[in-house]
């Protein structure tokens, strides 16, 4: 079982940034990979970037690719996401996810095992 809680969304401005959290508990952290998705109203949930379980490997969606870096603090339990240059259809909820699958790290959400309840970013123009 793990559980994850994510934090630090919040209302900003076009070229703004943020820093997502997302802190886990219940299965060893560093067993695992850990996913970003989001979803805007009336869209379907999307891929936003996946880190493997040490770090060495990031993954992200094209349209957030050299504005968001993924990264995780194996000794805090925490992934987070580093959201530069944001754009008004950045707005969404963002989740965070965990893969517990031993190897590689995936863009799939139905690949993904336990979710959070997510965190609303909205990017005003």
């Known amino acids: 079982q793990v559980q994850l809680v994510e934090s630090g969304g919040g209302l900003v401005q076009a070229g703004d940034s943020l820093r997502l959290s997302c802190a886990a508990s219940g299965r060893t952290f560093s067993s695992y990979a850990m996913g970003w998705f989001r979803q805007a109203p009336g869209k379907e949930r999307e891929f936003v970037a996946a880190?493997?379980?040490?770090?060495?490997?990031?993954y992200y969606a094209d349209s957030v690719k050299g504005r968001f870096t993924v990264s995780r603090e194996n000794a805090k339990n925490t992934v987070y996401l580093q959201m530069n240059s944001l754009k008004p259809e950045d707005t969404a909820v963002y989740f965070c996810?965990?893969?517990?699958?031993?190897?590689?790290?995936?863009?799939?959400?139905?690949?993904?095992?336990?979710w959070g309840q997510g965190t609303q970013v909205t990017v005003s123009s």
């Open positions: 880190i493997n379980w040490s770090g060495g490997r990031t």
């Open positions: 996810a965990a893969d517990l699958r031993v190897a590689g790290i995936t863009t799939s959400a139905s690949e993904y095992d336990y």
